[in-house]
């Protein structure tokens, strides 16, 4: 029982009048007095907390492995030829130019759904998707179709997270990723509906301020939409939302500058910059390295 919770290489035995001395076997000697049990490397390195530290890492690493993988299956699988050729142009141009056939390949493959999504980039693609989960809230449909509200909200919160942890495109199945556009509903509804109110808008909304749309961070811009984007939000909340991504879709640095200033005003300076100092702190913490956004 003495030897019980002694260090490694350590024996408890007893001399002829009954006493206990200790032998350390590492380096063959022996003392009277009982060696201390070495601490834990968890709790010496970090405290009580540091188990539920590592936990965290853990946890963290494995999503930030999830995040990449996507951004890079998603640029080595459908990025390419095509998807140079359309990067600059606008977003009617990139929907016509990633749809249409070359006239050239007698057997085209079919345009999967990954490749357009890849082919908007990260501003276009999140502010399409949150404007699809915004408008019909801010037009005040959720008024007529109770429950619309949080069918639509909850998707907001989970693209405010996804842009929060570093994803370059919404996270799709990889079923969607490889549906097909070409010669399907979807497709055309794309290029006969969604191009050329795209082009409509663009003759309206000129990229203003582009840098402002890049300025505004990863975090910030995360924590900007899960302020507006609760299920429940309020009709005015999911306009806001939509001039978001209207701005984020059109580079309108003016718009989203606008909705800045408006969330500022509306949910106080002070109640924002919380949110911020604390996700700085989390950062500041050991799992930092596992929190960059």
Known sequence: PESEGLP???????????????????????????????????????????????????????????????????????????????????????????????????????????????????????????????????????????????????????????????????????????MPLSHTPLGSLMSSLVAPLSASAEQVLKPRLSFLVAFVGRLPLALLLAMLGHPMGAQFKALTAAMVALGMVMKDGLILLGCVFFVLYSFGVVKFAALLLAVAALKSMKWEKFLKF
């Open 8 to 178: 490694e290489g350590w024996e408890a035995r007893k001399d002829g009048q009954g006493r206990v001395y200790f032998v350390n076997h590492n380096d063959r000697t022996t003392t009277w007095q009982r060696p201390e049990t070495a601490k834990p490397a968890a709790s010496a390195a970090g405290g009580p907390n540091a188990a539920a530290q590592h936990v965290v890492q853990e946890k963290m690493s494995k999503m930030r492995g999830v995040v990449e993988r996507y951004n890079a299956h998603l640029e080595a699988t459908y990025g390419g030829a095509r998807a140079d050729v359309a990067k600059g142009l606008p977003l009617s141009g990139k929907i016509r130019c990633i749809l249409q056939s070359d006239p050239q390949d007698p057997n085209p493959a079919p345009v999967p759904l990954g490749a357009l999504v890849h082919q908007l980039g990260y501003h276009t693609s999140f502010g399409l998707c949150l404007l699809l989960c915004a408008v019909p809230n801010a037009l005040g449909v959720s008024r007529l179709l109770p429950g619309l509200s949080f069918l639509l909200g909850l998707p907001q919160l989970i693209l405010a997270l996804q842009i929060g942890l570093g994803l370059e495109r919404p996270y799709l199945p990889q079923a969607l990723l490889t």
